[in-house]
């Protein structure tokens, strides 16, 4: 427990309830005095760290004074106990749903968004994916992402649905419990997906101390790229371009017909394009990683197009025969073939550079080294 959890729980609000769902699991909630059953309010559903209660989020989300205007919600893991601390499971996402819908059944909600911390954060991906459009945003923190979760595993008609949702990925790159190398390979998944809206917050000093990370700066992105309001949207875009947050402004810009936030947005990717186009065209994968970061932050533009269409027929080559020897290279590993298994990760490297499958090999092979 950090010594901010601590305090909040020695500083305990009295404005959170706390209940028990149908399903028996437990829940707080937090709603501000400001709010009016008339315009109603946003909220935030937090889930908690292995061995700890949802209400110990809550309450440092108050002692921070984080959102004081919008609806607060935990809910505990549907094992353990309040004393001795909650934990979640695979299955965890439908018991979780369930009671954030008893917790505000009564509550006139604006926009919801999700988050979670370490435990939480695994459990935050699971939430949306298998609950597309029922939350605006996701803010997992130090958390990973489950096979199960990722994003190409999904029908498209599914997937379609959860592109909607924003994702906002936190995890210091100090993290000494949770390997900050999990965050990049979501953060990896989404945008090779083709998910709009996502973003990294990857703090150089940052560690596994939820309450010392950007996660308010994080749902704040997540409220802003989300906005309906054309006029919000734009401003976002304005704002986000002047930030250098290319991919965010993008989608803002589009969504809220900025015309001078995507004219800022193609002038910054027009010239990196000009000088990845020919790298692309050579023979190897000497290109493959700046393609990844050009790609991040501006695969939404025009000036990307010719490229992400170059690199799309690439994938469609390479996809197939690469997948194939990355799960017989894992099979090689599990029965303690390692030489054999990096072989066929060399192979990946050196022929299918334009499949998913590489960034995981090559990330091994440089592990290796």
């Known amino acids: 427990m950090t010594a901010l959890l601590a305090l909040a729980l020695l500083l305990q609000s009295p404005d959170i309830a706390e209940g028990k769902a149908k399903n028996g699991v437990t829940y707080c909630v937090r709603v501000p005095r400001s709010y009016t059953p008339k315009a109603g309010a946003p909220a935030i559903l937090w889930l908690h760290g292995s061995n700890m209660n949802a209400r110990d989020y809550v309450e440092t989300f108050v002692s921070m004074k984080w959102f004081p205007d919008w609806i607060l919600v935990g809910v505990d893991g549907e094992t353990g106990s309040k004393e001795k601390g909650h934990n979640y499971t695979f299955d965890s ?12 059944a009564k509550l006139k909600i604006t926009k919801a968004f999700v988050g979670g911390h370490s435990q939480g954060g695994y459990v935050t991906f699971s939430v949306v994916m298998d609950y597309p459009e029922k939350f605006a945003g996701a803010i997992p923190v130090a958390g990973g992402l489950w096979t199960q979760c990722e994003p190409d595993g999904f029908k498209p008609e599914v997937s379609e649905k959860q592109k909607r949702t924003a994702f906002a990925i936190v995890h210091g790159r100090a993290d000494d419990v949770v390997d900050f190398e999990l965050a990049q390979s979501a953060h990896f998944s989404f945008v090779d997906a083709g998910f709009p809206m996502v973003r990294l917050w990857d703090p150089k000093e940052g560690d596994h101390r939820f309450a010392l990370l950007p996660v308010k700066e994080a749902i704040e992105w997540c409220d802003a790229v989300t906005q309906t309001d054309a006029k919000k949207l734009a401003a976002t875009a304005d704002r986000l371009a002047k930030e250098k947050d290319w991919r965010g402004a993008s989608w803002a810009a589009t969504r809220g017909k900025s ?111």
């Open 93 to 104: 996402a439908k018991f979780i749903v369930e009671a954030y819908d008893e917790a505000v």
């Open 259 to 369: 015309s001078a936030a995507a004219k800022q947005v193609e002038a910054a990717a027009g010239p990196a394009a000009k000088a990845l186009a020919p790298k692309m065209s050579k023979p190897g994968d000497g290109w493959v990683k700046e393609f990844w970061s050009f790609r991040d932050q501006f695969g939404l533009t025009d000036a990307a197009r010719p490229l992400m269409e170059a690199y799309a027929k690439l994938r469609e080559a390479h996809q197939k025969p690469a997948e194939g020897l990355f799960w017989s290279a894992r099979g090689d590993f599990q029965k303690g073939d390692s030489a054999a298994g990096y072989k066929k990760y060399e192979e990946i490297v050196a022929k299918y550079f334009g499949s998913k499958w590489y960034f995981y090999a090559k990330r091994s092979l440089e592990a290796r080294k």
